[in-house]
């Protein structure tokens, strides 16, 4: 067997899934402990009704992109 087993193309194949692999998990993790966490909030919401209320257009709310927050 060795290193790549029988199957040299699989073999091969499994070396480039670990290293490249972990490379992109090193990247990945770097990336991550560089961002800074801000408060959540959903002002968003707030803004986008106010953009559409200054455009004259009412509240245009898809349910999917922008769900209902409030408590009931």
Known sequence: GG?????R???NSLLDILVFG?????AAAARVASIEV???HINHVNAYNEELASA????????MI???????
């Open 38 to 40: 801000k408060e959540l």
């Open 66 to 72: 922008l769900p209902d927050y409030v408590n009931r």
């Open 3 to 7: 290193i790549h087993g029988r199957n």
């Open 22 to 26: 972990r490379r992109a998990g090193e």
């Open 9 to 11: 193309l699989m073999g």
């Open 56 to 63: 004259g257009l009412g509240q245009l709310i898809a349910p």
